[in-house]
């Protein structure tokens, strides 16, 4: 079980400091699929950060079943079996795909097992293996490699933030299976995604609105509520 | 014939050369200012210089896969030499030259080497020439080096040049010129490492001569401590041709790295790029190495080694 409780974060602001997570609690089960949803700068990839331990919140506490880990660095979440998968991947020059692929494994792996994880994201393996984990691959490689490494860490608690950002609608297909390969006894799932897809095979769906959870819920009665007027429907209404 | 050499000598043979056991093909190995062992082949003349220290390496035109060794180790202290080595390539041959300079410094004073090589390209032949540098030893004396190569490309042919700086190189001066001919293409990568207190300054000036030649010079550089390294490089184009340098750096704890990037397009038709980035290890290439489980130091290490690979 994990649980974040009052989490509070935010950032100096001018003379002031703004606030971006305000008094976040949240409880999510073993073997559970959470889908985190909400407006672009609503606090999600924040969130996910304060999760792994890359910022650590003003207030609050986060407790991995039952143990505060809240002072815990990234490479001790890490070693707790905590993984996350970025929003934006992260180029190296001179590392190849199998070197940090390796190392998301944690001990040595054969080539061909590596290349069944990158096989799950739909990409033809053996190719991308030797590959420079830089510029010359494309976004939506990048961000499958980026998948591919979560899925292998095979974590307690799994995150991944914005998942279907810039693959196409084919290997997205894909991409929900291999999810489903996590959603085996234990593990936390935690997926930040604007797909509705998505957010329908959730078994907890969260909304975030302006750095608070606003809605709670199983998809069906969160998507009844939601549907919510979009900035833009707001706009095309107020011209009428 | 089997060579005899003493531990630390094979042992740094295999760092800066590759060499392991007695080496195939041409070779001259010079330990501590002597000729100790020479050898050339039906195809590759190597013959001492007279009146200076050094050799003539000559490659009969359209030989294919030869190779040529041409190792240095200095471990005594305070020796300091220079060294003229010419190679005249014949057309159209195909050679691979190992250079390298080792120096292990167990005294008080500075022990240095200054490489001067001298590269005649013929018509349409191929080099590939890989230089590696190292400084080992506990003494107190610098270990220094400063390699100076001149190339000239005559029309169609193609030089790869491969230059590593591995560390304990108290200090070092590169400096590399060259004048292409038309088609003529010159590869140059780099990689240097230096910590503590070291320097390491390298200079390329390379003219694009003739129509349709190229080069692309890709350095990497690796500053730790309080080491110093500057990148200067000059590439000018009198005609049609292509010219990329791109000088990445990563720098650690109080290190600093410039680099100065001139490039004179002396004709339209000239195509001449300079790309410099300079930094510490990007936060975020940290943090991700964090999460698949490494230490922060594990991670840097990794970056690195990776950079410089
Ligand atoms: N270090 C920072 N300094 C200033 N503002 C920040 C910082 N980090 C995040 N913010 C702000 O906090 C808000 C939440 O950002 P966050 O990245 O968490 O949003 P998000 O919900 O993931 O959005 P998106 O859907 O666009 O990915 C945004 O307004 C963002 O600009
Ligand atoms: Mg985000």
Request: hydrophobic share 40%; with cysteine.
């Amino acid at each position: 079980m994990l649980q974040l409780q009052d989490i509070v974060y935010s950032v100096p602001d001018g003379k002031g400091r703004k606030t971006i997570l305000d008094g976040v609690n949240l409880t999510f089960n073993d073997g559970e699929r959470i889908v985190i949803t909400g407006h672009n700068g609503s606090g999600k990839t924040t969130l996910a950060k304060i999760i792994m331990g890359i910022i650590q919140p003003d207030r609050g506490r986060i407790i991995l079943n039952g143990e505060d880990i809240t002072k815990l660095d990234v490479t001790a979440r890490a070693k707790k079996g905590m993984a996350f998968a970025f929003q934006q991947p992260v180029r190296f020059k001179g590392l190849t795909v199998g070197d940090l692929l390796q190392v998301a494994h944690g001990r040595f792996a054969l080539r061909s097992e590596l290349c069944e994880y990158l096989s799950a994201v739909g990409l033809c393996a053996a190719d991308y293996l030797d590959r420079e984990l830089s510029g010359e691959l494309s976004g939506g490689e990048l961000k499958r490699i980026e998948i591919a490494m979560a899925l292998l860490r095979d974590g307690a608690v799994t995150v991944f933030d914005e998942p279907e950002a810039g693959i196409d609608l084919w290997s997205f297909d894909n991409l929900i299976d291999a999810f489903d390969t996590l959603k085996d006894g234990k593990k936390i799932t935690i997926i930040i995604s604007h797909q509705e897809r998505v957010m329908r095979s959730a078994d907890q769906l969260v909304v975030m609105q302006s750095g608070q959870v606003q809605q709670v819920g199983t998809p069906a009665e969160v998507l009844k509520v939601i549907r919510p007027a979009t900035p833009c429907a707001k706009l095309q209404r107020s011209q009428k | 014939m089997s060579l005899e050499f003493s531990a630390l000598e094979q042992q740094m043979l295999a760092q800066i050369a590759d060499l392991e056991g007695d080496p195939t093909g041409a070779y001259n190995v010079r330990i501590n200012g002597e000729s100790y062992a020479r050898m050339s082949t039906d195809n590759v003349k190597i013959t001492p210089k007279k009146g200076q220290a050094g050799i003539d390496v000559v490659v009969k035109p359209n030989v294919k896969g030869e190779s040529v060794h041409i190792p240095v180790i200095i471990t005594d202290s305070g020796r300091k030499e220079l060294v003229y080595n010419d190679f005249y390539i014949g057309k159209g041959a195909d050679v691979t030259i190992v250079a390298g300079c080792g120096i292990d410094n167990c005294g008080g004073e500075d022990a240095q080497h200054d490489g001067v090589h001298a590269f005649h390209l013929g018509k349409g032949s191929r080099v590939k020439y890989v230089e590696k540098h190292l400084g080992s030893g506990a003494g107190s004396g610098g270990r220094i080096l400063n390699p100076v190569t001149k190339i000239e490309q005559d029309a169609g042919s193609n030089f790869e040049l491969s230059t590593v700086q591995l560390g304990g190189v108290t200090r070092a001066v590169r400096t590399t010129t060259a004048k292409l001919g038309a088609g003529a293409k010159l590869h140059i990568t780099e990689r240097i490492l230096t910590s503590d207190r070291q320097t390491a300054k390298t200079q390329f000036d390379v003219t694009l001569a003739g129509k349709g030649s190229a080069v692309e010079v890709v350095s990497r550089a690796v500053a730790r401590n309080h080491s110093q390294q500057e990148f200067i490089s000059h590439v000018r184009g009198t005609t049609q041709c292509y010219g990329r340098v791109e000088c990445d750096g990563i720098m650690l704890d109080k290190a600093v790295i410039r680099s100065t990037p001139q490039i004179s397009a002396e004709n339209v038709d000239a195509t001449l790029t300079h790309e410099a980035t300079i930094g510490k290890i990007a936060g975020e290439q940290l943090i991700k190495l964090q999460t698949l489980g490494l230490t922060v130091e594990d991670a840097e290490n990794m970056i690195i080694q990776g950079f410089l690979a």
